[in-house]
């Protein structure tokens, strides 16, 4: 193994890989010499980005190794039984330890203002983004390496450390999974569980709207909304560096220091 392509050789296992930021991971992690296996709730979206990752596979390697299966998180009493098949797939049943695992599954974010909430509401936001990702983490031990080189990869949002106005259902979202991450790293450990906290980022939940993509945009120091080829280099990062665990690090554009500034206009 190459002294700093820590990858080259490794299992990763993406969860939301056939789009957005979850692809852009698998790619990312194919380029780097490692065996790819990707999920999504979609058969369809599953198969169209095995073909592109296969296409990508044949510039940069002689060999595909990239491979998928669909795994259904949207129902709660069929989460853990759906994760225990796609792992028991990727692992050849438990054979074959995964290397990485990494969480960018999400269906779209409710924009629920606080004052319309219900109970059924606030907990459909959590069904695959929070209960998906700790059924999964309660499955990994039988399926992952016991090493620290061994890493789970939680996603989140910057809106954890800079909430906006009528946004607080999804603040929740995004800040339960920086705590649920320091939390499994210990419970987990070795294994390193850290969490991405994700600006915007052109992706299919975001939209293509010019005039929204340039308001997301003017809120961060580099005026650019993220592109998911450079929020996947943190994701990378995160599985390399075999030193870090219970962190956060943030992809945002300066985000969180952009609302420092408007701030202090006003003082």
Known sequence: MSKYNKL??????????????????AEA???S???????????AKVDA???????????????????????DLGDPAATERNLTALLDWATDDGTKPLNHVVFTAGDALPQTPLSAATADGILAGFHVRVIGALLL??????YTARSNKTSY?????????????????????AAAMEGYARGLAVDLAPMRVNVVQAGAVRTGLLGDDPDMLALFAKDTITGTVGRPEEIAEAYLYLMKDSFITAAVIESSGGRNVAARQEVSEFN
């Open 33 to 43: 010499g490692a065996t790819v296996y990707i999920s999504s709730s979609s058969p």
């Open 49 to 71: 980005a095995l073909a592109q990752l296969h296409a990508h596979a044949g510039v940069v390697r002689r060999e595909p190794l990239a491979y998928g299966r669909a795994c």
């Open 8 to 25: 080259e050789g490794t299992r990763v296992l993406v969860l939301g890989g056939s789009s957005g930021i979850g692809y852009a991971v």
């Open 153 to 173: 990869t939680l996603t989140g949002g910057s809106l954890a450390a800079r909430p906006a106005p009528g946004m607080a259902l999804v603040t929740g979202l």
């Open 29 to 31: 992690a194919l380029e």
């Open 137 to 142: 983490a309660k499955l990994l031990p039988r």
